[in-house]
């Protein structure tokens, strides 16, 4: 593990995995890091559900991730879109996972009517559904890596990025007493 005094040498953080899906923020953002490897010098923030008020702390970030499990009730899901603002969904700035990984226990929302709920509230907000088989889990990856690492011009959300070549070597280095609060960064520390 590296020093947690260290990340304050890497560049700004790019991207935010949020949501209340804690488990599925972690591996999701340590996949990403693996994928990004060396020379992306990605710093992924982990946080829990932030307000409305507190995107617009972030200005630098180039993606917001909301990871959401099926577990969670639909009140929860939706009160966690309200709080996107508009401006960073008219951005592209958003994206939206749903964590099936739990299919053996109790769903209290259905992945099909939180996806009609979402594409009537806004449909720019892209969805993608997250399954714990590792094929599902280096396929969001990559859209996430592709998309936080895009050029600042590009407008598109890369789901599907053609023939990725990544290095993978990946460390924590904000574990504390607050786990949903960890950086995640891409580079080796001396």
């Known amino acids: 593990m590296a020093d947690v ?11 935010m995995i949020t949501g209340s899906s804690l488990s599925g923020k972690i591996e ?9 490897g060396d020379k992306q010098r990605l710093r992924i923030q982990l946080s829990d559900p932030i307000s409305n008020q ?4 972030h200005p630098h ?7 959401v499990s099926c577990l ?3 009140e929860d899901f939706t009160t966690q879109m309200k709080n996107i603002p508009q401006y960073l969904i008219a951005r592209n700035l958003v994206y939206v996972v749903l964590s099936k990984s739990d299919l053996h226990l109790q769903h209290q929302m259905n992945p099909v009517e939180a996806k009609r709920w979402l594409m009537a509230y806004n449909a720019d907000i892209p969805l993608m559904y997250w399954y714990s088989a590792k094929r599902s889990t280096d396929h969001i990856a990559k859209g996430i890596l592709a ?6 011009s590009s407008r598109s959300l890369l789901l ?3 023939k990725p070549v990544f290095d993978g070597n990946a460390q924590v280095v904000g574990q504390d007493a607050k786990p949903t609060m960890g ?3 891409s580079r080796h520390h001396m």
């Open 72 to 74: 969670e009730h639909m």
């Open 183 to 185: 950086i995640i960064s």
């Open 160 to 162: 599907y990025p053609a």
């Open 61 to 67: 970030h180039k993606l917001f991730v909301i990871v």
């Open 28 to 36: 999701l953002a340590k996949r990403v890091a693996d994928l990004a």
């Open 54 to 57: 507190h995107y617009f702390e």
């Open 147 to 152: 998309y936080a690492t895009r050029p600042l």
């Open 5 to 15: 005094t260290k990340a304050e040498q890497l560049p700004n953080c790019k991207l």
